[in-house]
């Protein structure tokens, strides 16, 4: 099992960036393919980005390429999020997931692939 604990969210204006964090504690945490993912109200759980176990390969949705980072530092623990020139379509509840299988070209961007869910932090951004 894995706990995963999301913080560094907030209020920002467009074009303002933020940094997301995402602690994570219980199994080895260098065993688990990692992402984000985010809800806005009303819609679906969409994925935003994702990373492997060694943080060597990284994979973003069409709408955050060239604008978020996802990178992970496996001796504490953390995969971040960093996002630039955010947009108010990017306000949503983010959430940190981990795959313990490993991350899987066909299957890395569907929420079902993954096992572990921290409770997500909001990112609002202001027009």
């Known amino acids: 099992q894995v706990q995963l604990v999301e913080s560094g969210g907030g209020l920002v204006q467009a074009g303002g960036s933020l940094r997301l964090s995402c602690a994570a504690s219980g199994r080895t945490f260098s065993d688990n393919a990692m992402a984000w993912f985010r809800q806005a109200p009303g819609k679906e759980r969409e994925f935003v980005a994702a990373t492997t176990r060694s943080g060597r390969s990284s994979y973003y949705a069409d709408s955050v390429q060239g604008r978020f980072t996802i990178s992970r530092e496996n001796a504490l623990n953390t995969v971040y999020l960093q996002m630039n020139s955010l947009k108010p379509e990017d306000t949503a509840l983010y959430y940190c997931?981990?795959?313990?299988?490993?991350?899987?070209?066909?299957?890395?961007?569907?929420?079902?692939?993954?096992?572990?869910w921290g409770q997500g932090t909001q990112v609002t951004v202001s027009s």
């Open positions: 997931a981990g795959d313990p299988s490993g991350l899987q070209t066909y299957n890395y961007a569907s929420a079902t692939a993954y096992d572990y």
